[in-house]
């Protein structure tokens, strides 16, 4: 039987040949088991990403008690932790996410108020230029 050249080889190669959606953020929540946060943060994103994101997401549940190695990865310190992986750049939110406002302004979905004025700021200062 002969192989096809273009074919990739290796999960990892056809992974890296598989062109992802630019509109589709992919979230990734760590959790340690079910505890009454880590539902209440899965549930709490759900629900946001429902609301704001219309379907354009992918959430990954990584269980820390199952697979504690995968905290170094993304320098995981504190759980429940949502990290979103894109777009880029990467962004982390820890908590249940029960605040929707600081939610959405950690992923960068909302631009931060500037002391619940209704006078809006950018997420990242800009750096003053000489």
Known sequence: MKRNPNKPKTLAALAATAEA?????????????KTPRSVAAFENLTKL???HLRGKYKIEVVDLLVHPQLARGDQIVAIPT???KLPEPIRKVIGDLSNVERTLVG????????NGASE????????ARP
């Open 21 to 33: 959606d630019p509109d589709v953020w992919e979230l990734r929540l760590y959790v340690a088991g």
């Open 49 to 51: 990403c429902e609301e």
């Open 82 to 84: 949502l990290v979103r």
């Open 107 to 114: 992923l960068q979905l909302r631009p931060a108020k500037l």
């Open 120 to 127: 809006e700021r950018p997420t990242r200062p800009e750096k």
